[in-house]
Structure formats: structure tokens, C-alpha cells
């Protein structure tokens, strides 16, 4: 369990102008993101007393979830006990890709502390057996659809049972990479959901004469050589004429700025929501 934050006015003396700096840098107008990175620069910093470490920590999770995984996976096993307990809370409930996997699974190696090693094991848990509810709500989460994660049904959205582990996949790779600073991670992570998304969506509108054949759905399905790519499925006129999103996505293939990326995704995930709901209506008669 993540420590309950500690009383700001209690934090020792010789860290109070280190620890207010981070404070304040939270209302100075920075984006989440940039406030987040700020302050787990100063998780790391050893020179700072563990209980103001652990308190920049609780207030990282409060700011972006996904920052604080990522500076607790950076601790490390030598960590101060108190900082190491609270990165395993942080660990075993926030979404994470298996990208994680190595470092959470070096962590749970070396940790000799049973209540830590057990929220360390519980992450990993998490990682080889991603929920596909959790996935839905993640992904809603990425096309600033929040408010509708509750009500976005699994079953309409990746009706194959047998897809859902690669689409939990990237929709969790593609949420951890988002807050890193790596654009060229992220972009490949959205192209990758998007490849599941397309396919998704071809399979639950079937064969189409002329646009999509019933021996080119067989193949997607299966997964067998000789399948049409997603790239050569968005440039086919009609499918892009009666889902106007493929546009965007063949757009995102010739882009690798982060930021337009993103834009560009909202809107293709929302669009793609609606098709799905259309086309797996449509297919239940």
C-alpha cells in the first residue's frame, strides 16, 4: 500500500525550500506532464531526506500516474525501505506495458521485504494477465474519453476473445509511452493499436465485395502470410470513403511528431468507438 501523504508543514527543516519548489512548480502553469517530471527528478534525489521523497512520490501519483511508475521503477532495490514500499504500491495500480517487465521482475528479485516483494509480484501479475476491461478504460482514457470508460462495452469493441491480449498490449504500451520522453517509442506504439484497431473493424464488417474478400478476411483472422497490411486496407478508396478516420491514420504513418500524433488519435479512437459499435451491431442482426 502507497504511504497516506505526510503533513507537508512536518517535512525536516533542511528540505522544506527543495520540496516547496517542487510544490509550487505545481500551480506556475506547466502542463501535467512537465510539473510531473519536475518533481520526480526530485524522487531520485538521494540527497533529500526519505519522508520528503516518499511525500514528492504520493503527490507524482496524484499528478500523473504514469510518471510516478516510471520514477518507481527506477528506484531500485537500494532504495530506503519507506520510498521502496511506496513505489510498490505505485507499481501494483497503475496501468503498465510489458516494457515493465524486466525492471519489475529484477525488483521482485532482489527485494527482501515480503510486504514490498508481494505488491512487486502482484504488478507483474497484472502485466502477463492485462484485463480487457482495464484495457477499455485505458484506452478511453487516451481519446479523452473518460467519462464513457464505465459504459464502453469489451465485447463491442473486440468482440474476438482471442485478440484481446494484443489489444491490451499496445493500448498499455501505448498509454506508458505517452508520458515518456521517447516520441519515436509512442508513435510506433500508436501505429501498432492502430494496426489492432483496423483489423478489428474489418473483421467485425466481413467480406465486402470488391472492398474487402472473403479470402482476405479469412487471412487477417488466422493471421496467415499473404494478408493485406493495414496500410494497403487504408488506402483502399471505398473503406476510406466510409470511414473517413483511415485517412488519419494513413496520415500518422508520415508524421513522427508526438503531439500531432496524439491530436490525431483522439479523434480516431472516437471514430473507431462508433464504427465498432455500428459494425458489431450490424453483425448481432
Same mark, same amino acid.
Given at each position: 500500500?502507497?504511504?497516506?501523504?505526510?503533513?507537508?508543514?512536518?517535512?525536516?527543516?533542511?528540505?522544506?525550500?527543495?520540496?516547496?519548489?517542487?510544490? &509550487?512548480? @505545481?500551480?506556475?502553469?506547466?502542463?501535467? /506532464?512537465?510539473?510531473?517530471?519536475?518533481?520526480?527528478?526530485?524522487?531520485?534525489?538521494?540527497? /533529500?531526506?526519505?519522508?520528503?521523497?516518499?511525500?514528492?512520490?504520493?503527490? @507524482?501519483?496524484?499528478?500523473?500516474?504514469?510518471?510516478? &511508475?516510471?520514477?518507481?521503477?527506477?528506484?531500485?532495490?537500494?532504495?530506503?525501505?519507506?520510498?521502496?514500499?511506496?513505489?510498490?504500491?505505485? @507499481?501494483?495500480?497503475?496501468?503498465?506495458?510489458?516494457?515493465?517487465?524486466?525492471?519489475?521482475?529484477?525488483?521482485?528479485? *532482489?527485494?527482501?521485504?515480503?510486504?514490498?516483494?508481494?505488491?512487486?509480484?502482484?504488478?507483474?501479475?497484472?502485466? &502477463?494477465?492485462?484485463?480487457?476491461?482495464?484495457?477499455?478504460?485505458?484506452?478511453?482514457?487516451?481519446?479523452?474519453?473518460?467519462?464513457?470508460?464505465?459504459?464502453?462495452?469489451?465485447?463491442?469493441?473486440?468482440?474476438?476473445?482471442?485478440?484481446?491480449?494484443?489489444?491490451?498490449?499496445?493500448?498499455?504500451?501505448?498509454?506508458?509511452?505517452?508520458?515518456?520522453? =521517447?516520441?519515436?517509442?509512442?508513435?510506433?506504439?500508436?501505429?501498432?493499436?492502430? =494496426?489492432?484497431?483496423?483489423?478489428?473493424?474489418? /473483421?467485425? @464488417?466481413?467480406?465486402?465485395?470488391?472492398?474487402?474478400?472473403?479470402?482476405?478476411?479469412?487471412?487477417?483472422? *488466422?493471421?496467415?502470410?499473404?494478408?493485406?497490411?493495414?496500410?494497403? /486496407?487504408? =488506402?483502399?478508396?471505398?473503406?476510406?470513403?466510409? *470511414?473517413?478516420?483511415?485517412?488519419?491514420?494513413?496520415?500518422? *504513418?508520415?508524421?513522427?511528431?508526438?503531439?500531432?500524433?496524439?491530436?490525431?488519435?483522439?479523434?480516431?479512437?472516437?471514430?473507431?468507438?462508433?464504427?465498432?459499435?455500428?459494425?458489431?451491431?450490424?453483425?448481432?442482426?
Amino acid at each position: 500500500m502507497i504511504p497516506p501523504p505526510a503533513d507537508p508543514a512536518g517535512l525536516p527543516a533542511a528540505a522544506e525550500p527543495s520540496v516547496e519548489q517542487a510544490i &509550487r512548480a @505545481l500551480s506556475e502553469g506547466e502542463s501535467d /506532464l512537465s510539473r510531473a517530471r519536475r518533481v520526480a527528478r526530485m524522487v531520485v534525489d538521494a540527497g /533529500l531526506p526519505d519522508d520528503s521523497r516518499v511525500e514528492l512520490l504520493n503527490r @507524482l501519483m496524484r499528478i500523473e500516474p504514469r510518471v510516478a &511508475r516510471q520514477v518507481s521503477l527506477q528506484l531500485g532495490s537500494t532504495a530506503p525501505r519507506a520510498l521502496r514500499q511506496a513505489a510498490g504500491g505505485v @507499481l501494483s495500480v497503475t496501468s503498465g506495458s510489458e516494457d515493465d517487465l524486466p525492471a519489475l521482475l529484477s525488483l521482485a528479485a *532482489h527485494e527482501e521485504d515480503q510486504e514490498i516483494r508481494r505488491s512487486l509480484e502482484l504488478a507483474v501479475e497484472g502485466l &502477463r494477465s492485462p484485463s480487457i476491461t482495464d484495457a477499455v478504460a485505458v484506452f478511453a482514457k487516451l481519446v479523452g474519453r473518460d467519462a464513457d470508460a464505465a459504459r464502453l462495452d469489451p465485447d463491442r469493441l473486440v468482440p474476438r476473445r482471442e485478440d484481446r491480449y494484443l489489444f491490451a498490449r499496445w493500448v498499455h504500451k501505448t498509454w506508458s509511452r505517452a508520458a515518456a520522453a =521517447d516520441p519515436a517509442r509512442y508513435v510506433a506504439a500508436v501505429l501498432a493499436l492502430c =494496426d489492432v484497431m483496423i483489423d478489428q473493424l474489418v /473483421l467485425a @464488417l466481413g467480406p465486402q465485395p470488391g472492398v474487402v474478400e472473403a479470402a482476405e478476411i479469412d487471412r487477417i483472422r *488466422h493471421r496467415l502470410t499473404g494478408r493485406p497490411t493495414t496500410r494497403e /486496407l487504408v =488506402d483502399r478508396a471505398v473503406l476510406r470513403a466510409r *470511414h473517413p478516420w483511415l485517412a488519419r491514420v494513413a496520415q500518422l *504513418h508520415r508524421t513522427g511528431d508526438a503531439d500531432a500524433v496524439a491530436a490525431a488519435f483522439g479523434v480516431i479512437g472516437t471514430a473507431w468507438i462508433q464504427d465498432m459499435y455500428e459494425a458489431t451491431r450490424n453483425a448481432r442482426g
